[in-house]
């Protein structure tokens, strides 16, 4: 092994960042204070102007959504199965049932032609997700949710940063009643280590979010507390708030980068391989991951261990999540949503993270293509 490792992602901190980080450590306050409340109004700027709150993770503003849209027991929510486990898992987690829809074989985000067939009087809402950052496309998304009266939980965890319509995804396109969910991961396009932010419909009280991300507390007056809901845990520290911060400052630098190294890929990508490219979107999505379908009949499994021995990280997002035992014990099965099902056993991640060099770039798709030609 000669060249260093790349790997499919990987976080850029810069040493502003970790100065602000040290300042907090110093300031005797770590814990959800000035920091978060700075970091919701920063990012409530970029969804324009709509509500913010922080949580300290993606998953736990979805399900925090669920529950404020008085989402639970008997009740059917949809969503795609070529995502990751935290979207159909918030729905089990309140009680209610996952409905999964196929994909769109092009976008791989849910099919949203199909979306209506699944539609029963016990659904009451969609979760859909903008797989590696390609937004599904919200105009068709808000007429479906209309028709069918559907609250709308938008799994926005790869899609910060990414437009719809030259609009930041979180701003409102038209209908003020949506949940939108972003995550904070560090594979994410900015992190603040782990952490998560909910964007807040019109109908909603952000107080009411509040008390459900700290066990259900309301205080009044001076002394004054009660407990009404059942909450958890789920507050942002100013520790990882000052990173997001610091990360949320180089949101455009990283997107542009991104899009950057992604136009590369298509550069220089041998179309010759029998791989499946994503749509060569450059207005909406963010570039989140860069993901390929591998020619069918390749040995993914092998493709990976030879790529990793010539040093190149690749990632698997995802395989299909209905064929997972607790999926099928819902009575999900193969052959179900065969489209899903397909790309899950095809997907590939190819390194994309913004301080990828365009030789990186090259040289992921030189590696791929030998490893392709090895392996038949
Ligand atoms: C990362 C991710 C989540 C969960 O976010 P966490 O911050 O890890 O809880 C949910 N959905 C999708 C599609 C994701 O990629």
Same mark, same amino acid.
Request: glycine share 8%; net charge negative.
């Given at each position: ?11 850029? !901190? ?111 809402? !969609? !979760? ?110 100013? !520790? ?137």
């Amino acid at each position: 092994m000669t060249a260093s490792f790349l790997p499919f992602t990987r976080p850029s !901190i810069d040493e502003e960042t970790i100065a602000s980080v040290a300042d907090v450590l110093r300031s005797g306050w770590l814990t959800t204070g000035p920091k978060a409340n700075e970091f919701e109004a920063a990012l409530s700027v970029h969804c324009g102007g709509r509500p913010v709150r922080v949580c300290n993770s993606g998953t736990v503003t979805m399900e925090i959504a669920l529950r404020l849209a008085g989402i639970g027991v008997n009740d059917e929510v949809i969503t795609t199965p070529l995502s990751w486990v935290a979207t159909a898992g918030v729905i089990l987690a309140v009680g209610a049932r996952p409905v999964f829809v196929d994909i769109d074989p092009i976008t791989r985000n849910i099919d949203l032609d199909k979306v209506s067939a699944a539609i029963t009087p016990r659904t009451r809402a !969609i !979760i859909p997700v903008d797989l590696a950052g390609l937004p599904v496309n919200r105009d068709k998304l808000h007429v479906i949710a209309q028709d069918h009266k559907l609250r709308v939980i938008e799994d926005a965890a790869q899609s910060f940063g990414a437009c719809w319509k030259g609009k930041p995804i979180g701003s409102s396109f038209g209908n003020d009643s949506d949940f939108v969910s972003f995550s904070f991961h560090p594979n994410k396009n900015i992190t603040t280590g782990e952490g998560g932010a909910l964007v807040l419909p019109a109908d909603i009280d952000p107080a009411a979010c509040e008390r459900m991300r700290l066990q259900g507390v309301r205080r009044f007056g001076e002394d004054g507390m009660d407990v009404e809901v059942l909450g958890g845990k789920a507050n942002l520290t100013d !520790i990882a708030a000052a990173i997001g911060l610091g990360q949320l400052k180089r949101l455009g630098e990283f997107t542009e980068r991104r899009k950057a190294l992604a136009r590369h890929y298509f550069g220089h990508f041998d179309r010759n391989l029998a791989c499946q490219l994503p749509p060569e979107d450059f207005e909406n999505s963010n570039w989140h991951m860069f993901q390929i379908l591998l020619p069918s009949g390749c040995d993914r499994a092998r493709l990976i261990a030879a790529m990793r021995e010539r040093s190149i990280g690749i990632g698997v997002h995802y395989p299909a999540m209905h064929l997972f035992t607790l999926y099928r014990r819902l009575g999900y099965k193969e052959g179900d949503f065969p489209l899903a099902e397909e790309a899950g056993r095809r997907i590939v991640t190819l390194p994309l993270f913004p301080a990828m060099l365009d030789s990186d770039v090259e040289r992921v798709c030189s590696t791929l293509a030998d490893v392709l030609k090895s392996l038949v």
